[in-house]
């Protein structure tokens, strides 16, 4: 079984300032890792994707995130944030062995404050 | 130019009652999904089909059946629905491959009154 654990609930942070959100997987099998983000009302939307190669994953609106396999964590950055950005951010895996079922982490609502 | 829609957007309704959710994309993709979004926002697969196929069966109650008339269509009907079915369902889809992206439609708002 795979589960994804998202260690903050709330990140507060100032315009223009950068931020990490964390999330940590469990899997006995090699797994596919995402970011997507929820706009208030909205569906989800992918930020990005690890599938293979470079641990190092660059997404849409300057969102960035690291595969760590030794830590099992796949954690998202990005250097200055807007007031947009303000939204709630889920992290998700998913296996081969598990078919295209997506597990998600409980998400992460990041708010933005000038 | 909606990729994945959804109707209704909400849905109010008493305990009890029999209610439908239609999903449609116009990507071409293979397989679909539906997800629940609990008021905590928790989002859980409940189902998911491939070419009309159920793959997927996340031990859901079997008050809730979906079907999938064609692949570009998969509908979420819930018999008897209880106070706990209240939250948002999300349908999705994406091309058949695990590695692939899958697109999110705007969600229904369900409450059961």
């Known amino acids: 079984a795979q589960s994804v654990t998202q260690l903050d609930s709330q990140v507060p942070v100032f315009e223009e300032a950068p931020v990490e959100l964390r999330c940590n997987y469990s899997?006995?099998?090699?797994?596919?890792l995402f970011w997507y983000v929820q706009y208030p009302n909205q569906g989800l939307q992918l930020l990005l994707k690890y599938l293979s190669g470079s641990t190092l994953v660059k997404g849409i609106n300057g969102f960035e995130a690291e595969f760590n396999k030794s830590q099992t964590s796949f954690h998202l950055r990005k250097p200055s944030v807007h007031i947009s950005d303000t939204a709630e951010y889920f992290c998700a895996v998913s296996a081969m062995e598990y078919g295209n079922k997506l597990v998600f982490g409980a998400g992460t609502i990041l708010r933005v404050k000038s | 130019d909606t990729a994945v829609s959804q109707t209704p957007k909400y849905l109010v309704t008493q305990m009890g009652n029999d209610k439908s959710i239609k999903c449609e994309q116009n990507l071409g993709h293979d397989t679909m999904y539906w997800y629940k979004q609990d008021s905590k926002k928790f989002l859980k697969i409940m189902f998911s089909y491939n070419n009309k196929e159920l793959i997927i069966n996340e031990t859901v109650p079997n008050r809730f059946s979906p079907k999938s008339p064609d692949k570009a269509h998969l509908n979420l009907h819930i018999n008897s629905l209880e106070l706990g079915d209240s939250a948002v369902y999300f349908c999705?889809?994406?091309?058949?491959?695990?590695?692939?992206?899958?697109?999110f439609g705007p969600g229904t708002r369900l409450t059961v009154l």
């Open positions: 899997s006995s099998v090699s797994v596919y």
């Open positions: 999705a889809s994406s091309r058949d491959r695990v590695t692939d992206t899958q697109y």
